[in-house]
């Protein structure tokens, strides 16, 4: 079966600020796919955010192109694209993106709205990913009477449930303790593991670099190769 594939080539990104312009991305080239994990490191502001965002098509470059499954993001109307991550592409936002008026459950199911599944096929997946990230009891509450880390889960679970091809994860373990982080990793990898998912993470430093296929530091807008004998001396 052929393997889908996210691959971004020469993106460049700046912002306007005045008659100022700020880069943030100024030549990147990236490829991933199912059973693939790439790290992207950097400092604060380094613009790991900005590239998932071009990454998963919620931005666009402006210049340079996002190809995924070879075809150009940028080619793609908008609801191609919200199609897109909700059933293959999926992003876990730094700062969750649920919808306040609505439950845990409701916040998951939402990517399942068109999928094929019945009824009941999509209240097991949602009940068995809510389970696994230890929510079952916090089916019915609004994001607002969550903790941090759990409405950080509620996110983790809204991507994973889509059962996407390639998961974009922005700081996926930067809200919770050590051990919900180890549980949250083995969530991500284990799509990965089966060869189903590719896996891109933006981290400040707190993900297992250990995991990675590739890991790379962004900084000054490019993206340098971290060799692995490097990582796992940084790791100890
Ligand atoms: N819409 C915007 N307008 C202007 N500047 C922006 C915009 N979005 C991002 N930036 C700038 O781009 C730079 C990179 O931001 P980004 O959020 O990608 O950093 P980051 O590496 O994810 O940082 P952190 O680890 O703190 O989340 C920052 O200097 C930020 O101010």
Redesign the pocket.
């Known amino acids: 079966m052929k393997k889908s594939s996210l691959e971004a080539i020469h993106l460049r990104r700046s ?3 005045g008659v100022q312009s ?1 880069p ?1 991305l100024q030549d990147i080239n990236l490829r991933v796919e199912p059973g693939e994990v790439v790290v992207i490191r ?12 071009i990454l998963s098509g919620l ?1 666009n470059p402006d210049s340079g192109k996002v190809l995924f499954d070879g075809r150009e993001l940028n080619t793609l109307g908008n609801s191609q694209r919200s199609e897109l991550r909700r059933s293959r592409l999926g992003i876990i936002f ?1 700062n969750f993106n649920l919808i306040g008026s609505w439950n845990t459950y409701e916040n998951v199911a939402i990517v399942l709205r068109n999928s094929a599944l019945s009824p009941l096929e999509k209240s097991e997946r949602i009940h068995r990913i809510l389970a696994d990230l230890g929510l079952s009891d916090r089916l019915q509450n609004l994001p607002a009477e969550l903790s941090i880390g759990q409405q950080q889960r509620v996110a983790i679970a809204r991507t994973l449930a889509a059962k996407p091809e390639i998961i974009l994860a ?2 996926p373990t930067g809200d919770v303790d050590p051990e919900t982080g180890a549980e949250i990793i083995e969530m991500l990898l284990s799509p990965v593991k089966a060869g189903k998912a590719g896996l891109v993470v ?1 981290t ?1 430093g707190n993900f297992p670099l250990a995991v990675a296929t590739r890991v790379y530091t ?1 900084s000054d807008g490019v993206l340098i190769p971290f060799e692995p004998s490097t990582a796992s001396a940084a790791q100890s």
């Open positions: 912002f306007r600020k700020i943030v950097g400092k604060s502001g380094a613009g790991k955010s900005v590239l998932l965002w931005d730094q922005d700081e933006a400040h962004l």
